[in-house]
């Protein structure tokens, strides 16, 4: 079946310091691939998202590359600040129907001053 | 823009009550909206997706008369959780979207959480 799976968190870092946090993915098919993101008390919001190997997504300084080769979709920030401290998701989709989304666990970051 | 309520943002029931959760879209229509539980540290899991007009269409395992889903307009759609029992309490989350022809991108609304007693 279709599957999201990513790293445990939580992710505890200092402020500016390099992100990653990975996501790798099981589909029958080319999915597109998202990351969204959850404040404190919000709901998930879209950070970024490809729809074919190789694309890059990018937003508010996180990027992404959809790799068809190693089922990857890492997320990654250059310098992180303590106002991403967030819950990320990594998810899948399918074109047509409904667009469906199969979410991962989700990755906690806590950032640091 | 794109703003996605829920109501209320918790509650607490006791075992064998009926619960009504709301899921509006505030500043847009929204002719499919999908209702997701969450459990703690895990996935958000899809439960159904309804449709504006039209019954919902419920995912593999989830129960459709005990979560009885209504989308009886272009900007709410409710999920009922009947003769609720502990087993039930978890986080719902609903998200919509614009329309079928529309980009991929669901919009969430902040989630409701659910303790029963």
């Not at chain 1, 279709?2 to 445990?8: K, L």
């Not at chain 1, 404040?39 to 997504?57: F, R």
């Not at chain 1, 790799?67 to 997320?75: D, G, M, Q, W």
């Not at chain 2, 996605?4 to 509006?24: A, D, F, L, N």
Request: one cysteine or more; glycine letters at 8%.
């Amino acid at each position: 079946g279709n599957s999201v799976t990513q790293m445990e968190g939580p992710v505890t870092l200092s402020e500016e310091a390099f992100l990653t946090i990975n996501c790798t993915y099981t589909a029958t098919g080319y999915p597109s691939l998202f990351w969204y993101v959850q404040y404190p008390g919000e709901g998930l919001q879209l950070l970024l998202k490809a729809t074919k190997a190789d694309d890059k997504g990018s937003n508010k300084g996180f990027e992404a590359t959809y790799r068809k080769e190693t089922t990857s979709f890492h997320l990654e920030k250059g310098s992180v600040q303590v106002s991403d401290s967030a819950v990320y998701f990594c998810a899948l989709s399918f074109s047509g129907g409904y667009n469906k989304l199969i979410f991962g666990a989700g990755t906690r970051l806590a950032v640091h001053p | 823009g794109a703003v996605v309520s829920q109501h209320p943002s918790w509650v607490i029931c006791k075992s064998g009550t009926s619960v009504k959760i709301e899921c509006r879209s505030l500043d847009f229509q929204a002719t499919t909206m999908f209702w997701y539980r969450q459990f703690p540290k895990q996935s958000l899991m899809l439960m159904a997706t309804s449709n504006e007009g039209s019954k919902a269409t419920y995912e593999q395992g989830v129960e459709k008369d005990k979560f009885l889903i209504n989308h009886a307009s272009l900007t709410l759609s409710t999920l009922t959780v009947t003769s609720a029992h502990p087993e039930d309490s978890s986080f719902y989350i609903c998200s919509a979207r614009y329309s079928p022809g529309r980009s991929y991108e669901q919009y969430f609304g902040p989630g409701t959480r659910l303790t029963v007693t």
